[in-house]
């Protein structure tokens, strides 16, 4: 069963535009929400995280926005650069000892950005 | 670069055969976790070890088994492989009682 929904499936933007990709969740445990960005050929890379105490967080050009009561979260990119173009997935996971490193990922969402 | 480095980088098997693959988490780092990435598909969760137990395990056959050692590196095992086990294989590390995860570059596992 997929727990994490993630939308859209492809994305196209020019540069300097703002390309949103959104995340739906099932499961009410989880409460560690973070995006990863991967390059083919390479392994994820830690993005930005949030907790669901904060329905927004910050790191340069990422944003991340969460609603708990809606179970959503998605992603931002300001200012996009054609070196964005990547494959970005969310994930979540539980807290509790066994249960932390239990990403549950997205199916991704493959970004282009134009020059 | 995150510090965690995995080997072999490309690896092609014969449906039957056995692999093993390997990990080295990041320093500092004491728990290691398993992923395989379908092509076109998210990360799925294989298993996770931490001080050298297996602590958690996600919906995958027995013939996958992992081992971590006293450096806190990891290798992940598959018996009999199946021409479905094709897949880029992806260990991340963490530690210090923080939450975030850091994967290295993969294993791309071909099985023909």
Not at chain 2, 3 to 29: A, D, E, M, Y
Not at chain 2, 68 to 92: G, H, I, K, M, W
Request: glycine share 10%; charged share 15%; net charge positive.
């Amino acid at each position: 069963q997929q727990q994490v929904k993630q939308s859209p499936q492809s994305l196209i933007v020019q540069k300097g535009g703002i390309p949103i990709i959104n995340c739906a969740y099932e499961n009410t445990a989880f409460d560690y929400f973070p995006w990863y960005q991967q390059f083919p050929g390479k392994g994820p890379a830690l993005l930005i995280a949030i907790r669901p105490d904060v329905s927004e967080k910050k790191e340069g050009r990422f944003t991340i926005s969460f609603n708990k009561s809606a179970k959503q979260f998605s992603l931002h990119i300001m200012d996009s650069q054609p070196g964005d173009s990547a494959t970005y997935f969310c994930a979540a996971s539980k807290s509790g000892s066994s249960n932390t490193g239990k990403l549950i990922f997205g199916q991704g969402t493959t970004l282009q950005v134009k020059p | 670069e995150t510090g965690v480095t995995q080997s072999p980088t490309h690896l092609i098997k014969t449906r039957g055969q056995q692999v093993t693959l390997r990990c080295s988490s990041q320093s500092g780092h004491n728990t290691v976790s398993w992923y395989q990435q379908a092509l076109g598909q998210g990360p799925q969760f294989i298993f996770q070890y931490y001080r050298e137990e297996e602590n958690g395990r996600g919906n995958f056959p027995p013939r996958f088994s992992g081992l971590q050692f006293p450096n806190y590196s990891s290798e992940l095992n598959v018996n009999a492989l199946e021409l479905d086990d094709s897949a880029l294989y992806l260990c991340a590390s963490r530690g210090g009682g923080r939450t975030e995860a850091f994967f290295g570059q993969g294993t791309r596992l071909t099985v023909v």
